[in-house]
């Protein structure tokens, strides 16, 4: 296997085993109480960068496992100070993790003069900039199509809301993963399982309908579900074309 490939792997096990495998909700709970002041958040620190050192295995870097955890320290205290746990702020803080592994991936693999190139390459790939164009075109513009098509059925089952309430915005994210799934089932040549999701989704759909006798809103939610399903497919079958040219 690519060395380069297994270092990558090696600090991305070590982040995953430090965030995630340990740290029960106790020591999570204390950091977010404590913050600053917390002595698991230094323990966990020193843990981020204690197993990268022996996960990598490269002891002449010892420098390396210190940068990483000065950096953990500060991207987790930042965290800790933001008002609300969201999801946001979460990504964030994973986001600032991995941007730290990768600039010490580059460090060690030598590999900082690539970066532009591989940029360069990147924006100037056709299947690249096929399959980045088709994703974002299925996951927001395609859903302002939906919305605004259907609008006047959203108007005419607003009414019903009060008495069966659903989640906010579900149906806007059930949409984008759908979506996200049919094209990567055209991509992929998996057609079939284009017919399994619209087959579940129906049965969920109409399963629901004795339960609340909401048939308007089951009706409106199989439009936009056709709907999307084939204005995504249209998509994915054009960059096919685009990307088999």
Do not use: C
């Amino acid at each position: 296997m690519n060395p380069e490939l297994i270092l990558a792997l090696q600090l991305i096990l070590a982040h995953v085993i430090t965030d995630f495998v340990m740290q029960s909700q106790k020591m999570i709970t204390q950091k977010r109480e404590k913050k600053a002041r917390a002595p698991f958040l230094y323990f966990h620190a020193f843990l981020a960068g204690l197993l990268t050192y022996l996960i990598v295995q490269d002891w002449r870097m010892w420098l390396i496992p210190i940068i990483i955890s000065v950096t953990h320290f500060f991207i987790d205290l930042w965290k800790l100070n933001k008002k609300n746990d969201s999801l946001k702020y979460f990504l964030l803080d994973q986001f600032f993790h991995l941007i730290v592994l990768l600039l010490v991936w580059l460090y060690l693999t030598s590999n900082f003069s690539e970066v532009l190139p591989f940029i360069t390459y990147i924006f100037n790939s056709t299947v690249t900039l096929v399959v980045l164009v088709g994703y974002l075109i299925v996951i927001f513009p395609v859903g302002f199509i939906i919305g605004k098509a259907t609008r006047r059925w959203q108007e005419e089952i607003a009414g019903d809301e009060g008495k069966f309430p659903s989640l906010q915005k579900a149906g806007r994210y059930i949409g984008i993963f759908e979506r996200i799934l049919v094209l990567t089932f055209i991509l992929t040549d998996n057609f079939a399982a284009i017919g399994l999701l619209i087959a579940a989704k129906s049965i969920l759909r109409f399963s629901d309908k004795g339960k609340s006798g909401a048939r308007k809103q089951t009706e409106y939610v199989l439009i936009g579900t056709l709907m999307s399903f084939s204005l995504t497919i249209i998509i994915g079958l054009l960059m096919r074309v685009l990307v088999l040219q």
